[in-house]
């Protein structure tokens, strides 16, 4: 049994603008170490036996997936998405590939833009998880709450199985703050992390049952992909075809065999400069700084240069960050509206 990283890096991460934008979305920053989020990604599951990753990505990204991983001494099966379709057949390709190296494969599917601050509680999570999907189960891992978030979808646990194992009972959608609350205080749900483990053909499997049409119009992408280089490019007619769903929709929410694996172990998705905030290191007026930055009289703010200097003055909760060609000024509490910049600016380009 082979243990096959499946790494997605496929989002915009338009949340992030203006660093995070393009060309180079969230996962290919260094936002948190010296280290991009994808490569972040990876060192993450350094130390435990597996194999080299399958990385999901679209054609544009594909030189940076490969310099990335390269720059950790990584050759790493690299499929190119023609287009965006979501994220369940995006695995179901990468599962094609993971039962092409070994068809008892078990794929740990990651997100390449998250950050998981204790390695290892992490790293036994993932190998509790590997021996329940041995079984035949399809496992999720439920992020512990901290707090009522209305940010993110919600699992709830049903049966209590093992230590932190769960049977999947549902997904919920984000809720609001009032049903957050008591998502939090009855304990039986997690937040949606969107990481996964199971064999490859098990979730192929499930797939045929759930969505045969996808599973079908997947694997033939697969099995009529081109190799170029250093890359495989999945068909494009084919994977054209695809109605996109989530893996959340298209298998998890419908399977019998779902398991959760509750995980408290730092994770955040690091889904807006407030969240970057949250979880960097402050300076004594509660700043978090970056680059040349001269901040006087300035509190609890998340200010990031680029090659110039940024100077404030008397200013409170409010985000800088300074990239090559734009300029974002925020106050904290509005940060989650930069998507709709990030929106306006797409728009001025068509």
Known sequence: MTIIPIILSGGAGT????????????????????????????????????????????????????????????????LLEPMAKNTAPAIAAACCAAMKQDMDAVVVVLPSDHVIKDVEVFQKSVMTAVGFAEKGNLVTFGIVPTFPATGYGYVKGGEHVAHHVYSLDMFVEKPCLEKAQEYLASGEYSWNSGMFVFKAANFIEELKVHNPEMAKLSIEAFEKAAVDADFIRLDKDTFGQIKGDSIDYAVMEKTTKGMIVKLNAGWDDVGSWSALYDISNKDGNMNVVKGDVIAL????????????????????????????????????????????????IKSREL
């Not at 989020?37 to 030189?63: N, W, Y």
Request: hydrophobic letters at 40%.
């Open 15 to 78: 949340r992030l603008w203006p660093l995070s934008w393009g060309d180079h979305p969230k996962q290919f920053l260094s936002l948190i170490s010296d280290k991009t989020m994808i490569q972040e990604t990876l060192l993450r599951l350094k130390g435990l036996d597996i194999a080299a990753p399958i990385v999901s990505c679209g054609v544009d990204h594909r030189f940076l997936v490969a310099q990335q991983l390269g720059e950790l001494g990584v050759n790493p099966t690299i």
């Open 297 to 344: 009289d300035t509190t609890s703010s998340y200010i990031r240069g680029g090659k110039r200097t940024i100077a404030t003055i008397g200013l409170d909760n409010i985000v800088v960050v300074d990239s090559d060609d734009s300029l974002l000024i925020a106050a904290k509490g509005k940060i989650q509206d930069v998507k709709k910049i990030a929106e306006i």
